[in-house]
C-alpha cells in the first residue's frame, strides 16, 4: 500500500482528501449533532443533487453546480428556519425532494446515454480531482478559521443563546453563517462520501464523540481523529477490495459507534451496580 501511495496520484489526493474531510467534519459535525440539525444537513446535502445535474446539462464541473445549489438551499432553508414558526420539518423534505428531482429531470434533458453519477451519489475518494482537492482545500481552511476565530461565540450559540442577546450578538446571524458553513462542509464531503452518505460523515463522528466527551473542544478533537480513522480505513478497503468507498466509511463508522455506545452502557451499568 506504501509502494501505492507512493506511486500513484490518486492515493496521494485520496489521502488529503481524507484528512480535510476529517477537519470538516469534525468542526462542524459537533455543531450540527448539538444543535439537532441533521434533518436540515439533509436537506442542503439531497438539495445539491440539481447542481450536480445542472453542471452536466451545461457541461461545467458538476461540484461547482452543487456548490450553488448548496449555498442557495443553506440560504434558503435559513430564512425558513428564522421566519416559520411551524412546519420546518415539511419545507425542508420540500427542498430535499425539489433537489433531487431537478437533478434528475437535468440529467434526462441531455443528449444520448446519461452520465453515471454514482460518485456524486454514493461517493468515491478514489475518484478526488485536483479541482475537488482545490476546492475541498479552500472550503476546509475558511470554515476552519471561521470556527477557531469566533470559537467562544458559537459555544455560548449553542449552550447560552440568551447570553448572546446580552452581549448584543445577533443570533439569526449566526444561525444564517452556520447554515452557509454547512453547505460548505456539504461540498467538501460529496466527493468522498456522496450526497446520500454525507448526513452519516457530519453527524456520526461527532456523536461518538459525545459519547465519550462533553467538552466542546474536545469533542472537535475527537470527531476529527474518529473522521480521519473511518475515512482512512475506508480508502484501504476500498483500494484492496474495489468496494464502494462511502459505504464502506459509512457501515465502519457505525460499527465503532455502537461498539463506543455499549462499551460506555456497560461502563455505566456496572459502575451503578457497584454503588
Known sequence: ???????????????????????ISGLIGVIIVEKKLVMMTGGIAHTSYGGVGLGYL????????????????????????NRTTGHKDVMIAMFWSLGMSLGILFISFMPGYPPDVTSYLFGNILSVTTLNLVMM???????????IAYYHDWKAHLFDPEFMKIKGRKTKTMENILMILIALSVVVLIRVVGIILVIAML??????????????????????GFGLLFTLLGLVISYLTGYPSGAVIVVFAFI?????????????FKNKVLQ
Open 1 to 23: 500500500m506504501l509502494e501505492a501511495i507512493l506511486e500513484y496520484q490518486f492515493l496521494r489526493y485520496a489521502i488529503i482528501a481524507s484528512f480535510l474531510v476529517s477537519i
Open 58 to 81: 451545461l457541461g461545467f464541473e458538476p461540484i461547482i453546480g452543487a456548490f450553488i445549489f448548496s449555498i442557495l438551499a443553506a440560504l434558503g432553508i435559513g430564512i425558513i428556519n
Open 137 to 147: 482545500l479552500s472550503i476546509t481552511v475558511i470554515v476552519a478559521i471561521i470556527i
Open 203 to 224: 453527524s456520526i463522528p461527532a456523536a461518538t464523540a459525545s459519547l465519550i466527551s462533553r467538552r466542546f473542544h474536545i469533542r472537535m478533537i475527537l470527531a476529527i
Open 256 to 268: 465503532v459507534y455502537l461498539s463506543v455506545y455499549l462499551i460506555q452502557k456497560r461502563i455505566f
